[in-house]
């Protein structure tokens, strides 16, 4: 069978990063989740932001919330990472 990714596993996989300080590859996952025709939500965004902010990566962070893309209007939990981020 051909298996394809759902928002739940990348939602899960972007938690991990955000867990193991892998903000790089929760971006590049971000990428793959567009490219997959899925479009990442507001738990995507917030996982984000909390492995920018763990690895105090201010400017990405900044980015991701700036642009808000399709994740919606922002919640307590990304203008928390956000400025956790900026810390």
Same mark, same amino acid.
């Given at each position: $069978?051909? /298996?394809?990714?759902?928002?739940?596993?990348? #939602?899960?996989?972007?938690?991990?990063?955000?867990? @193991?300080?892998?903000?790089?590859?929760?971006? =590049?996952?971000?990428?793959?989740?567009? $490219?997959?025709? /899925?479009?990442?939500?507001?738990?995507?965004? #917030?996982? /984000?932001?909390?492995?920018?902010?763990? @690895?105090?990566?201010?400017? *990405?962070? /900044? $980015?991701?919330? @700036? =642009?808000? *893309?399709?994740?919606?209007? @922002?919640?307590?939990?990304?203008?928390?990472?956000?400025?956790?981020?900026?810390?």
């Amino acid at each position: $069978e051909n /298996l394809q990714p759902t928002q739940v596993t990348f #939602n899960a996989a972007l938690s991990a990063c955000q867990k @193991a300080g892998l903000w790089q590859l929760a971006i =590049h996952l971000k990428t793959q989740m567009k $490219e997959s025709g /899925l479009s990442p939500d507001m738990l995507s965004k #917030n996982c /984000l932001l909390a492995a920018c902010a763990c @690895a105090a990566r201010w400017i *990405e962070a /900044l $980015e991701i919330f @700036a =642009h808000g *893309e399709p994740f919606g209007k @922002a919640d307590v939990v990304s203008s928390t990472g956000v400025i956790i981020a900026c810390g």
